[in-house]
Structure formats: structure tokens, C-alpha cells
T-cell receptor
Framework: KAGVTQTPRYLIKTRGQQVTLSCSPISGHRSVSWYQQTPGQGLQFLFEYFSETQRNKGNFPGRFSGRQFSNSRSEMNVSTLELGDSALYLC????????????FGPGTRLTVT | GENVEQHPSTLSVQEGDSAVIKCTYSDSASNYFPWYKQELGKRPQLIIDIRSNVGEKKDQRIAVTLNKTAKHFSLHITETQPEDSAVYFCAASKTGNQFYFGTGTSLTVIP
């Protein structure tokens, strides 16, 4: 089975711009979660989608949003970028909805200048 | 929400020795506790997990123990090897796939 893929792998944006990141889960997995990883804060949960519905949301401002398509692919969007949004954004997929194994993608490294 | 604390933040051991990493969680409703290994520049990979109805789980050189009463769980790596060098994260989950992660432990195995 192909693993979780994320595009793009690297991105450089300017403050105030917006960005869209994409995640393709493992075939058959219907849950996609997004995390922000920074050296200072570690891995922080952004949101989880299952069957095109957001099931859980972390403590991030409304500038962070996401969606999931019928093929389980997911996108996250960050609007009005701030310098502090520079991070590695990881998505993870899992088969079910209740605390099962999550498989991470390689991440998208976002740099905001 | 859940708060997961992880100690130590860095750990150096001699090759062949054991390494122990400890995590505590705050929400007694948490019921799933995975451990991830992240090598430099790579994605986190699940190495072992445990559910709240189990006290201990082993997989070759790796074991995890869970004490629900004290709300802590630990990762034990025996006979460490240089390839065990990485950052290890613990996590806790109680609902869905919303995981709360510890801040990570950087393990260095000295040959």
C-alpha cells in the first residue's frame, strides 16, 4: 500500500498571504488528522476529518481551516499568514475513528517570511 | 483538555543499556496511548501502543507500561542500538483521533 502523501513538501510564503496544503491518506483510510510541529510547541493537533466531516478541532485560530473530499483526500488552509505559522505541517491517516493507529505523512515545511 | 508531560527531554545511554521514557497525562478518560519515533528529517512512526484495558505490552526490545491509577505510562527500550537514536513522542487520546503529544525525548545511543 502506498503511504500517506503530502504536497507540496516545501513552501515559502510572505506574511499576509494564504496557503493550501494537501494530504492523501492511505487507501481505505477515512480519517485524516492534521498537526503542526514546531521546536517550541512540539506536535499540536489542528483538526480531524472523517467522511468529509470535521470531528474534532484543536485550539487554533479560525485562520486555520480544512476540508475533506469524498475520496478522503484532505486539504488545510491557512489565511493571513503570520511569522509564527512557520512550521512542519503533518497529516496522519487512520482507518477508523476511535483512537487507532495513525500513519503520518512526510509533512509540508512552511516558511513564512 | 488533555495535558501530556514527557520526561526526560534528552537522554544519552551507552549501547546495550536500557532507556526509559516516562509520560503522565491529566485526563482519566484517555484510553489509547501510542509511542512514536521520529528520526531527523523523517515522519513520526508508530513503534508501540497500549490501550487502557492493558497494563503492559511488549514487542521485541520495546515495551510500554501503563498505570491508570497514577495516570502515567512509560516506554522501555532494552539492549539499545545506535539506530535507536531519535526523538520519541508519547501521546494520549480519548476520543476520535485527536491525539495530545508529549514534548518529545531526544535519545542518543553512544556506540
Amino acid at each position: 500500500k502506498a503511504g500517506v502523501t503530502q504536497t507540496p513538501r516545501y513552501l515559502i510564503k510572505t506574511r499576509g498571504q494564504q496557503v493550501t496544503l494537501s494530504c492523501s491518506p492511505i487507501s481505505g483510510h477515512r480519517s485524516v488528522s492534521w498537526y503542526q510541529q514546531t521546536p517550541g510547541q512540539g506536535l499540536q493537533f489542528l483538526f480531524e476529518y472523517f467522511s468529509e466531516t470535521q470531528r474534532n478541532k484543536g485550539n487554533f485560530p479560525g485562520r486555520f481551516s480544512g476540508r475533506q473530499f469524498s475520496n478522503s483526500r484532505s486539504e488545510m488552509n491557512v489565511s493571513t499568514l503570520e511569522l509564527g505559522d512557520s512550521a512542519l505541517y503533518l497529516c496522519a491517516s487512520s482507518w477508523g475513528t476511535e483512537g487507532g493507529e495513525q500513519y503520518f505523512g512526510p509533512g509540508t515545511r512552511l516558511t513564512v517570511t | 483538555g488533555e495535558n501530556v508531560e514527557q520526561h526526560p527531554s534528552t537522554l544519552s545511554v551507552q549501547e546495550g543499556d536500557s532507556a526509559v521514557i516516562k509520560c503522565t497525562y491529566s485526563d482519566s478518560a484517555s484510553n489509547y496511548f501510542p509511542w512514536y519515533k521520529q528520526e531527523l528529517g523523517k515522519r513520526p512512526q508508530l513503534i508501540i501502543d497500549i490501550r487502557s484495558n492493558v497494563g503492559e505490552k511488549k514487542d521485541q526490545r520495546i515495551a510500554v507500561t501503563l498505570n491508570k491509577t497514577a495516570k502515567h505510562f512509560s516506554l522501555h527500550i532494552t539492549e539499545t542500538q545506535p539506530e535507536d537514536s531519535a526523538v520519541y513522542f508519547c501521546a494520549a487520546s480519548k476520543t476520535g483521533n485527536q491525539f495530545y503529544f508529549g514534548t518529545g525525548t531526544s535519545l542518543t545511543v553512544i556506540p
